[in-house]
C-alpha cells in the first residue's frame, strides 16, 4: 500500500474543459478547470460566479459576476460537474398552480 492520497474524484479529464463548482453557503461558479490537488483545491480560469437573489439566497440569478483565475479551496467544495452534456431541465415534480 502506498502512502499516497487518492482522491474520490477523478478530475483529470476535466482539465482544460469547462466546470461548474457550488460552494457551501450556496455560491455557484463556472470557468475553465486548469489543476487541482487531492484536497479538491481547485484552479479555475475565466471563473464566472453567479448572483443570488436578494430576496432568496438560496436561488442563483442569471446576473454574473467575472471573476477571472480564483482557486477554489476543497473544504468549501460540494459539486464539481462538466459544463458540457448538460441541460437545465423542467422540474417534473413540482405541482401546477390549480392543482
Do not use: W
Amino acid at each position: 500500500m502506498s502512502g499516497r492520497k487518492e482522491t474520490v474524484l477523478d478530475l483529470a479529464k476535466f482539465v482544460d474543459k469547462g466546470v461548474q463548482v457550488k460552494l457551501t453557503g450556496g455560491r455557484q461558479v463556472t470557468g475553465t478547470l486548469k489543476g487541482y490537488d487531492q484536497l479538491l483545491n481547485l484552479v479555475l480560469d475565466e471563473a464566472i460566479e453567479f448572483l443570488r437573489d436578494p430576496d432568496d439566497p438560496l436561488k442563483t440569478t442569471d446576473h454574473t459576476r467575472r471573476l477571472g483565475l480564483i482557486i477554489c479551496r476543497g473544504t468549501a467544495v460540494m459539486l464539481v460537474s462538466p459544463t458540457d452534456g448538460t441541460d437545465e431541465i423542467a422540474n417534473p415534480f413540482v405541482q401546477p398552480d390549480g392543482a
